[in-house]
């Protein structure tokens, strides 16, 4: 690893207030109004009963770490767009710190916004196990992979001016087919397809949170899939990637 | 790779049969026909062409930026990427390349970082003549001044060969003559610089060699003093009323005379000889003008003397696409 430049990288997210504000701040404000509203609403689940700011806050974490994941191949495409890509190829940079320093980077965005949420929900009166607490984000983080990866891929396929309706999108494509949005039935169609797409999986990790149980050997599998395709394409978009934008 | 460039290397630059075409709408455009270059370590070369020449695709090639249809590159006995792993290359490219979100001082620390021996940051802004905009962001930047932090950006790393891809396009006269300053510390430290530029006077001024490309293809390859000669073909011109036309064009180094009125023009291919020869034999001339004749109609006489075998229907490196297809090839239109 190179201190020095992940040091620069991370000013640069620093002072991009733009991008701060539209990935972190969206999910965050969405959910400061809405379970602000409804801060006494409790939910009727069947066997047990929820209150609304907690249901609320881990889909809303599930979502906003999703979105903050995948818009790190926002960056990326505006930097192609210079040709910044092209220079920093021509330096002994190794493409290995390159992806690492834009995981980490997608991650520390993605964590913030998770923390942020956790923040504004104990703020309205949330409180979950020690133990949930930790699970819940463990699997989250995982659960990111793909979409950190498909961020990057983006990041490396697309122009700057198509970057904004593919992310809008790619996230209503996932946050709806993965039960993000509002829950998807228990059976049927869209319930096996859901399962086959990883923000599935991210709301089941983020209903950990809620007396959910963790994933089972389904999950694993479609998130380590997901990964593993994802980056292999990101892999390849980044070498196809050479030539000017 | 486990050589590492600590001394300067003893090998230079290869390129070897290069070829390269794009596809577009009209069919393939031959951006490369056939380029074989070899450049010695510290050595200075213009790559000096017209737009579509081929010399943003050269540059692209010999840095590993564009895969060649055929032929290979080697710098410093290596591959382009095994080069670039070892830190020995520097390259300014024709756009963009300036990083949001930094000050001028963090880009070029950043980039420094990334090789083995950087030069001094404050070293590298002195030298490139922006120290006084060392904390301004840079993206808050004019032309001229992204273009000098484009330039200390390739010249932090301190590599062994420097390659510039038009390099001082945006920048005007007194900021011209800055970099080529410039670049006179940088060469006389040993390296080996490579150069695109379409302006002959550049070339002709910093260049040890000058390479000149048309139509994809090295039509001249020589110093610099030899290219001018034969690019800057020069006029003569005279007042001479009633000339002997035929005896004009019968002098040493005349390729043609015209005339204009009571004056004559000699265009020479050595001009020196061609006035040592006029002077005495045509005592009655007077007002005797000597001029270079402009880089574009040194091309243009260049390359219309192999525009008589034009085939278009092969790829290869002997194969001739028509004139307007190079012609319409504008370096920055060229995509994948």
Redesign the interface.
């Known amino acids: 690893m190179n201190a020095t430049y992940v040091r620069y990288e991370l000013l640069r997210l620093s002072r991009n207030k733009r991008f701060f504000f539209f990935s972190l701040g969206f999910p965050l404000v969405l959910y400061l109004v809405i379970a602000g509203s409804n801060k006494k609403q409790v939910l009727d689940m069947g066997s047990f009963s929820l209150k609304f700011p907690l249901y609320y806050m881990v889909g809303m974490a599930s979502y906003g770490a999703m979105i903050a994941a995948i818009a790190g191949g926002a960056r990326i495409a505006a930097e192609r767009s210079t040709g910044w890509n092209r220079q920093l190829r021509l330096t002994p940079l190794r493409p290995s710190v390159y992806f690492g320093t834009k995981v980490f980077t997608s991650y520390l965005m993605a964590l913030i916004s998770i923390a942020l949420l956790y923040v504004a929900g104990i703020s309205y009166g949330v409180s979950i196990e020690l133990a949930r607490w930790f699970e819940m984000t463990g699997l989250i983080l995982i659960g990111l992979a793909p979409f950190v990866a498909l961020g990057v891929l983006a990041g490396h396929l697309l122009t700057v001016d198509s970057m904004g309706p593919a992310l809008g999108g790619g996230s209503a494509f996932f946050g709806f087919l993965g039960g993000q949005w509002f829950p998807l039935p228990n059976h049927g169609f869209l319930h096996v397809l859901g399962e086959c797409i990883p923000s599935y999986w991210l709301t089941q990790a983020s209903h950990v949170g809620i007396g959910g149980n963790a994933w089972g050997i389904t999950g694993w599998i479609v998130i380590g899939v997901w990964t593993a395709a994802a980056s292999v394409l990101a892999a390849w978009a980044y070498r196809r990637d050479t030539q000017r934008v | 790779m486990t050589t590492h460039l600590a001394s300067p290397p003893t090998t230079g630059i290869q390129l070897s049969g290069l070829t390269k075409s794009f596809r577009s709408p009209d069919g393939p455009v031959h951006a490369v026909r056939g380029i074989d270059i070899s450049i010695a370590p510290g050595e200075t070369v213009a790559l000096l062409g017209p737009n579509g020449a081929g010399k943003t695709t050269t540059i ?1 090639m010999m ?4 895969p060649p249809d055929s032929g290979t590159v080697t710098l410093f006995g290596m591959t382009p990427p095994q080069a ?4 020995a ?3 300014m ?1 024709q ?8 000050s001028v001082r ?1 880009l070029v ?3 420094g ?4 021996k950087p030069l001094a940051v404050d070293e590298t802004l002195e030298l490139c003549g922006i120290s006084d905009i060392a904390a301004r962001k840079t993206h808050r930047l004019s032309g001229g001044q992204s273009q000098r932090v484009r330039f200390a ?1 390739a010249l932090v ?1 301190n590599p062994d060969l420097l390659v510039l891809d038009e390099p001082t396009v945006a920048m005007d006269v007194e900021a011209r003559r800055d970099f080529w300053a410039t670049m006179r510390t940088f060469t006389s430290r040993g390296k080996t610089v490579v150069f695109a530029t379409h302006y002959l006077e550049e070339a002709d001024s910093y260049a040890d060699r000058i390479i000149l490309l048309a139509q994809g293809r090295v039509v001249a390859d020589g110093p610099a003093t030899e290219i001018k000669a034969t690019v800057g073909m020069r006029t003569i011109r005279a007042t001479l009323p009633d000339a002997d036309i035929p005896a004009l064009e019968a002098l040493p180094g005349v390729t043609n005379v015209e005339t204009r009125g009571e004056a004559v023009i000699l265009n020479c291919s050595d001009s020196d000889g061609a006035l040592r020869a006029l002077l005495p034999a045509f005592t009655a001339a007077r007002d005797i003008e000597v001029s270079g004749a402009g880089l574009e109609e040194a091309f243009l006489q260049l390359t219309s003397d192999d525009d008589t075998s034009d085939d278009d229907t092969g790829d290869d490196d002997t194969g001739d696409g028509p004139d307007v297809e190079a012609a319409a090839l504008d370096d920055s239109e ?3």
């Open positions: 692209d840095l590993g930026l564009l670039i792993a070892t830190g290359v520097g390259a490219l756009s963009g390349a300036v990083l949001r979100d930094l963090e620390d950043m980039m970082s990334l090789y083995p950006v790393s060229m995509t994948r």
